[in-house]
Structures are given as structure tokens and as C-alpha cells.
T-cell receptor, first 115, second 113 residues
Framework: GENVEQHPSTLSVQEGDSAVIKCTYSDSASNYFPWYKQELGKRPQLIIDIRSNVGEKKDQRIAVTLNKTAKHFSLHITETQPEDSAVYFCATHNGRGSTLGRLYFGRGTQLTVWP | EPEVTQTPSHQVTQMGQEVILRCVPISNHLYFYWYRQILGQKVEFLVSFYNNEISEKSEIFDDQFSVERPDGSNFTLKIRSTKLEDSAMYFC???????????FGPGTRLLVL
């Protein structure tokens, strides 16, 4: 099955700096790559996603890049703010066969943004 | 904005007891999921459900687990005889299509004593 590795496990940055979180995956059939943000005690919320036919996607201060050849994708947050502090999870989905929607998650990155 | 809801938010039970976790997916969604997250670990897929039947289940989803959509709105996860290792946060999610954005509920924290 799919194996998703996420790094780093913790990341501390100063407000205004950029943050980058990286994930690698093993299944070349994976075709959908969402990123979720989970604040303490709250539900995971989708912040951005990318499909396999696209190399990069941007939404204001957040961007995701995908390298299908190398099987890795990254989350970039620019101009970080204290409210960006949360756990971020990457995930993958493959459209093979009967796997209707199963997401494989990374272990998460605890991002702390210091004012 | 519509949200997935889950009840209860917390559940404490004795080992060997049955628990039912309830979810109300977003009303026009067609695909439903259960995930769990053991404290400090990654979110793990349990089961997906579409068209009133299980689409896929993980190796975690053994005979002690079952899912049901008893009416047009609720989606339930039943654990027949809970074990200590079932203690986790259980998330329900739903999506309108595949692959599609999965919207997660707030979770039910299950503690098995």
C-alpha cells in the first residue's frame, strides 16, 4: 500500500518568515494530494489540494508544488502569522480500482509561528 | 456553510462494551468515511461507504467494526466489543465526488478503560 512520509515533524519560524513542509509518497498511481490544517482540538480542515496533472497551485499565502517523477509534494506558507500555528497533514489518494476516496496521511508537522 | 457533525464529542466506555459513534454528513454528499487518530499518531483510514455499501475497508476495520446508514442523514460506526487499543479520536468525513475534498467532522474522542 501507499506510504506517505512527512518532514519535518516540528517547525518553528518567526512571524513573517516562510515555512516549507515536504511529503514523499510511494504509490505512483496517487493522483490527488490534499493538505489539511488541524488546530488543537479541532477538525482537520482542507487548506489546499493539487491534482496530478498540475505542478503547482497557489492560494494567497499558501502554495503546493508536486513533482510526480520524484514522488514528492510540498506545502509553502509565506509571510507566516501566529494564527498559522497548527498541525499540518499531507495526504494522498490513488484512483486505482475500488479505492474510492481512501486518503493516506502523513504523520503531521507541528508548525509554531512566533510573534 | 454546511459542516459534518458528530456525536458524542467524548465517550468513555469499559473494555468489552459496544459503542456507536454517530455522524451526520453534509446533506448532498455521496461518499462517507471513518478515520481514526490515536494520540500523537497519523490519521488512519478505516472505511469508505458509497451507495449504501462499504467501498473499501482497511486492515484495522475487522469484524468488531461495522458501519450503517440507517436513514437519509446519519452514518454510524459501531464497535462491538471495545479494546483498550480502540482508544482514539474517530473522525467522520464526507465528500461529494471522487477524488474530492473530504470534509471532516469535529471527531469523537473514545476512551476505553
Amino acid at each position: 500500500g501507499e506510504n506517505v512520509e512527512q518532514h519535518p515533524s516540528t517547525l518553528s519560524v518567526q512571524e513573517g518568515d516562510s515555512a516549507v513542509i515536504k511529503c514523499t509518497y510511494s504509490d505512483s498511481a496517487s493522483n490527488y494530494f490534499p493538505w489539511y490544517k488541524q488546530e488543537l482540538g479541532k477538525r482537520p480542515q482542507l487548506i489546499i489540494d493539487i491534482r496530478s496533472n498540475v505542478g503547482e497551485k497557489k492560494d494567497q499565502r499558501i502554495a503546493v508544488t508536486l513533482n510526480k517523477t520524484a514522488k514528492h509534494f510540498s506545502l509553502h506558507i509565506t509571510e507566516t502569522q501566529p494564527e498559522d500555528s497548527a498541525v499540518y497533514f499531507c495526504a494522498t489518494h490513488n484512483g486505482r480500482g475500488s479505492t474510492l476516496g481512501r486518503l493516506y496521511f502523513g504523520r503531521g508537522t507541528q508548525l509554531t509561528v512566533w510573534p | 456553510e454546511p459542516e459534518v457533525t458528530q456525536t458524542p464529542s467524548h465517550q468513555v466506555t469499559q473494555m468489552g462494551q459496544e459503542v456507536i459513534l454517530r455522524c451526520v454528513p453534509i446533506s448532498n454528499h455521496l461518499y462517507f468515511y471513518w478515520y481514526r487518530q490515536i494520540l500523537g499518531q497519523k490519521v488512519e483510514f478505516l472505511v469508505s461507504f458509497y451507495n449504501n455499501e462499504i467501498s473499501e475497508k482497511s486492515e484495522i476495520f475487522d469484524d468488531q467494526f461495522s458501519v450503517e446508514r440507517p436513514d437519509g442523514s446519519n452514518f454510524t460506526l459501531k464497535i462491538r466489543s471495545t479494546k483498550l487499543e480502540d482508544s482514539a479520536m474517530y473522525f467522520c468525513a464526507s465528500s461529494i465526488g471522487q477524488p474530492g475534498t473530504q470534509y471532516f467532522g469535529p471527531g469523537t474522542r473514545l476512551l476505553v478503560l
